[in-house]
């Protein structure tokens, strides 16, 4: 089993739309948790951490965690063609960060 | 702030030959990562330091592959010899120890290509 694992997809929505990404992890002892966009040929920047149970809303975005079931995903409300990237969880493993493998996302207008 | 700064963009080298990347990490961030990106195996983590010592290399994938920070503004990674199944994006990223739990800054990453 894959320390963190997420549907490589690709997840195809049109636009206005709302996303939904999946991630779950191995380590129960983990306590942070990372999402990250990755646009083609670029690096991956940081959009959205959770430390605690339940939902954390940052503008179209909304990040959701469970510990018990350890599961993490990410929401996109009203999805536009900038949101088009690969989105990865990342989980935070005695101070590394252990990656996905990323769900590419592609918004349609 | 110049954020994390990378070089070089684009190697490319032969096999057998010795590949240096190197990386400046944000100005107080005491905390330097290397990860290595593939299609097959994704973001992998290779080494890392906290206050330039090198703090876990379990995800070094061999020997050819050494890791050094001989102070807080300037980490290299240097492969040798090259090999062509090296090829791939290697990404620096940064963080403060005291915020690393607010998730890592990355670089541009350097593109390796070895034929």
């Known amino acids: 089993q894959k320390e963190v694992e997420q549907n490589s997809g690709p997840l195809s929505v049109p636009e206005g739309a709302i996303a939904s990404l999946n991630c779950t992890y191995s380590?129960?002892?983990?306590?942070?948790f990372f999402w990250y966009r990755q646009y083609s040929g670029k690096s991956p920047e940081l959009i959205m951490f959770?430390?605690?149970?339940g939902d954390k809303e940052d503008g179209r975005f909304t990040a959701q965690l469970n510990k018990a079931s350890q599961y993490v995903s990410l929401l996109i409300r009203d999805s536009q063609p900038s949101d088009s990237a690969t989105y990865l969880c990342?989980?935070?493993?005695?101070?590394?960060?252990?990656f996905g493998q990323g769900t590419e996302l592609s918004v349609k207008p | 702030d110049a954020g994390v700064i990378q070089s070089p963009r684009h190697e490319v080298t032969e096999m057998g030959q010795e590949v240096t990347l190197r990386c400046k990490p944000i100005?107080?961030?005491?905390?330097l990562f290397w990860y290595r990106q593939t299609m097959m195996r994704g973001l992998e983590l290779l080494i890392y330091?906290?206050?330039?010592?090198?703090?876990?290399d379990s995800g070094m994938p061999e020997d050819r592959f050494s890791a050094k920070m001989p102070n807080a503004s300037f980490s290299t990674l240097k492969i040798q010899p090259s090999e062509p199944r090296d090829s791939a994006v290697y990404f620096c990223?940064?963080?403060?120890?005291?915020?690393?739990?607010?998730?890592?800054?990355f670089g541009s990453g350097t593109r390796l290509t070895v034929v």
């Open positions: 990223a940064s963080s403060s120890v005291d915020r690393g739990g607010y998730g890592y800054t």
């Open positions: 959770i430390y605690s149970n």
């Open positions: 100005s107080g961030h005491n905390s």
């Open positions: 380590d129960r002892g983990s306590q942070s």
């Open positions: 990342a989980v935070n493993q005695g101070g590394k960060l252990i």
């Open positions: 330091f906290n206050n330039n010592v090198p703090i876990d």
